[in-house]
């Protein structure tokens, strides 16, 4: 049974930072792809960033810069660090198996002074 729990989300202010994590199980972590996403109120859930099995990244032009994804094989652990966070940022993040329908639960984020 393949779990995915994300951890980190809160809320902090305009130009502060948040690092989410995303535990997984049920799966061989260190051969799958791994992706964070998004989804704001009233919009259409998103990519946010993409890290695959060996290491590489991709995100998505809104937080090129400020975002950055990263995993530990070893605690099968995939990890969001959010810099100078904006508003527009608010959502409910999400981690998912790339090419799968495994999705953790979500995690809100709100970005507010």
């Known amino acids: 049974q393949v779990q995915l729990e994300e951890s980190g989300g809160g809320l902090v202010q305009p130009g502060g930072s948040l690092r989410l994590s995303c535990a997984a199980s049920?799966?061989?972590?260190?051969?799958?792809?791994m992706g964070w996403y998004r989804q704001a109120p009233g919009k259409q859930r998103e990519p946010v960033a993409a890290i695959s099995s060996g290491g590489s990244t991709n995100y998505a032009d809104s937080v090129k810069g400020r975002f950055t994804i990263s995993r530990d094989n070893a605690k099968k652990t995939v990890h969001l660090q959010m810099n100078s966070l904006k508003p527009e940022d608010t959502a409910v993040y999400y981690c998912r198996v790339e090419d799968s329908d495994y999705w953790g639960q979500g995690t809100q984020v709100t970005v507010s002074s």
């Open positions: 049920g799966i061989i972590f260190r051969f799958n792809d």
